[in-house]
């Protein structure tokens, strides 16, 4: 029997206890009722109930409007447990992509005036200079020593090469750099693996857009992040590549024996889970946040190879453009995070997966110009479609634990998608909407295109509504570099 | 709309080429300039009506599922279906290497078994030839994959990142024959 839904406001919606054996809390889902439809369809609310069984789960298993099922936790899931309670942390709330995220760079160019009778030679000089594709090795390849200096170091690595911008470490989550990774828990496999990999772009739905900014919504977080109406800007989404799958895979072998041991039952196998105060459950976190950093050197390697696309294109310095990073997030990661819960403060594991961080005003995680509006939130559209660009809200700490979505979540599987359009089709059909493409794989396109992923502004239009986050920019897409 | 035609090939029994002629067929009729697609095939572990499969394009699934009369034959189906959708299988070339695993149980095994040939695939840069699993139990596998270098191919498959331990099932089903069931992530 497929598990339902009870709307408690708008937006809002309820997974009773009891709708799976052994819920601790209930499950809550922020959507439209279109979207909750979907979710209760797609078997995604089940997998949102599963979440609810975990060990120290603390309020609700959440989910964002862009939720659909995944393996073990669902995509758009946000779970957190109290780490002094014996609450739990699971690799397969965090995902295979290991901080898979967003970053955007805007730009002082405008796309009537400065970028749009290049737009062509911009996307194909972005294609050359941007490693892309399943397997394809990095700008920048790792010796072992490097590689660990990556994993414990983040940013600050490719920084020490002279690779990009010192304030693109004060831009980024973290400030680029999880000071508690360790090496030391990153096996042989997965060095190796990541080391040939640094500023690669990936495949699947990783890709690089040039965008123009279509619309401001709110000016005053508008102006702290440098967006205006025309302006070009540009969208990278990548994550952690084979070091971060290799991690994954590794712990969730060695959780997986331990949650036998210790006795826990999870409903579906990919959810094992391990106290965060266990051995095992420490090693995770050195490993995870050694991903996670190399993500983020990963995404600031691929920035700088993205501005020198564009100065080769436009004769001027990256500098001279304001080529600056607006901000970075990241959708798959779990932290350990100080949250009020029930009047009082407590040590929280926060699995968002497929979720992004939305920190209120005054967070003192955030960067000196963004304190007064929130933290900004990046939400890739899907190809051909609108991005948007939001603000965290205070609301959102005690809505979801200061998460909201991530972007817009696949309607149709990836076989479907094919069906509908084959590559080439699709190629011609964005072009017709006068959008460039650069495609290392054709056949793969049609599994990305727009209509395979849910309408990310009803996505963002739901978050609003639900208090998560609030809309600044819309930006829609010119120029499209995909794996 | 035009009435479309369903011709069936009947054999007198198993291996006669049945799946090798239509995919000779397939492929005869794609150079003629149809448009040809393969919803499904099963090629049993024969490399002659595999290499018929050629490049026609095959729509691709992300669960594997295998059906054998042994443990073994199931977890080499496994490995097939992966190195098909990793666009890497290439029967017959190449050479053996011994490849061995271990696993706290069968599904976990069979996770990690999955999980080994992503590694090489993707840290030797290799397509996959054939696999022959000769001893498996609850404690460890013991095989060998047929691997050469990937050279200059550009592999038509979908990017596989790991295996899941959802839904992951080793066992008999009613009659008797071994199954082996995994999710991948793509």
Not at chain 1, 107 to 124: A, F, M, N, T, Y
């Amino acid at each position: 029997m497929a598990v339902k839904l009870e709307r408690v406001e708008d937006f809002v919606w309820r997974v009773p206890l009891g709708s799976v054996p052994g819920m601790r809390v209930p499950g809550i889902v922020f959507a439209t009722e279109e979207l909750a439809e979907k979710a209760e369809e797609d078997r995604a609310v089940e997998q949102v109930a599963n979440v609810a069984t975990l060990p120290g789960i603390v309020r609700a298993s959440y989910a964002m409007p862009d939720i659909h099922w995944g393996y073990g936790f669902p995509i758009g899931g946000v779970a957190a447990t109290d780490v002094d309670e014996g609450g739990v942390v699971s690799p397969g709330g965090v995902g295979f992509d290991i901080s898979c995220g967003v970053r955007l760079i805007r730009s002082e160019l405008e796309w009537e005036r400065d970028v749009g009778p290049k737009i062509g030679q911009l996307v194909h000089t972005l294609g050359r200079l941007v490693p892309r594709g399943v397997g394809q090795k990095g700008r920048m390849r790792l010796s072992r020593s490097e590689m660990e200096k990556v994993l414990q170091e983040g940013v600050r690595f490719p920084l020490s090469q002279g690779v990009g911008w010192e304030e693109d470490a004060e831009f980024c989550e973290d400030f680029g750099i999880l000071e508690d990774a360790r090496p030391e828990t990153v096996s042989d496999r997965a060095m190796e693996r990541g080391a040939p990999q640094l500023g690669s772009l990936g495949a699947g739905n990783h890709f690089l857009e040039v965008q123009v900014v279509d619309e401001v919504f709110e000016q005053q977080p508008a102006n702290a992040m440098g967006l205006f109406p025309g302006q070009v800007c540009l969208m990278l989404h990548s994550g952690s590549r084979g070091v971060g799958h290799q991690i994954c895979t590794d712990y969730l072998k060695v959780v997986d024996r331990v949650t036998n041991s210790l006795g826990i039952h999870v409903p579906d196998r990919q959810l094992a889970c391990v106290p965060v105060q266990h051995e095992a459950a420490q090693d995770y976190f050195g490993a995870m946040y050694a991903a996670a950093n190399f993500a983020r050197a990963n995404r600031h390697v691929l920035a700088q190879a993205a501005r020198e696309a564009f100065e080769e294109v436009f004769g001027r310095s990256d500098r001279d453009m304001g080529l600056a990073l607006v901000y970075d997030v990241a959708h798959n990661l779990a932290k350990v995070e100080e949250h009020d819960v029930d009047g009082r403060p407590r040590t929280l594991c926060v699995h968002r997966k497929g979720a992004t961080r939305a920190f209120g005003p005054s967070h003192p995680e955030l960067p000196d110009r963004y304190r007064p509006i929130g933290q900004p939130v990046i939400i890739p559209g899907s190809m051909g479609t609108a991005s948007y660009v939001l603000v965290g809200t205070e609301e959102s700490a005690v809505r979801s634990f200061s998460s909201t979505c991530h972007g817009a979540g696949r309607a149709m599987s990836r076989t479907k998608a094919k069906k509908v359009m084959s590559g080439p089709e699709l190629k011609e059909d964005l072009e017709g909407r006068g959008i460039t493409l650069a495609a290392s794989q054709w056949r793969m396109l049609a599994e990305e295109a727009p209509y395979a992923y849910k309408d990310v502004s009803q996505v963002v239009d739901a978050c609003e509504g639900a208090g998560l986050s609030r809309k600044v920019a819309r930006l829609r897409p010119v120029g499209v570099v995909k794996g | 709309m035009a009435r479309g035609q369903l011709r069936i090939y009947l054999g007198a029994a198993a291996g006669v080429g049945k799946t090798y002629a239509m995919l000779n067929e397939g492929r005869r009729r794609r150079d003629y300039g149809e448009d040809v697609v393969v919803g499904f095939v099963e090629p049993h572990r024969r490399p002659k009506t595999a290499a018929q499969i050629g490049d026609l394009e095959v729509v691709p699934r992300r669960k594997i599922e295998y059906r054998g009369t042994t443990l073994e034959e199931a977890f080499a189906g496994v490995a097939e279906g992966l190195a098909t959708l990793l666009g890497a299988w290439f029967p017959e070339e190449g050479t053996e290497q011994r490849v061995q695993v271990e696993g706290e149980d069968l599904e976990a095994l069979l996770a990690t078994w999955v999980d080994e040939l992503l590694y090489l695939h993707e840290v030797q840069d290799v397509v996959f030839g054939g696999f022959k699993v000769e001893h498996v139990s609850d404690r460890g596998l013991d095989g060998q994959v047929r691997v050469a270098p990937r050279g200059e191919r550009e592999l038509e498959g979908i990017g596989v990142k790991a295996a899941t331990y959802h839904q992951l099932e080793v066992g008999r089903d009613g009659d008797g024959f071994w199954f082996a069931r995994i999710y991948l992530d793509v």
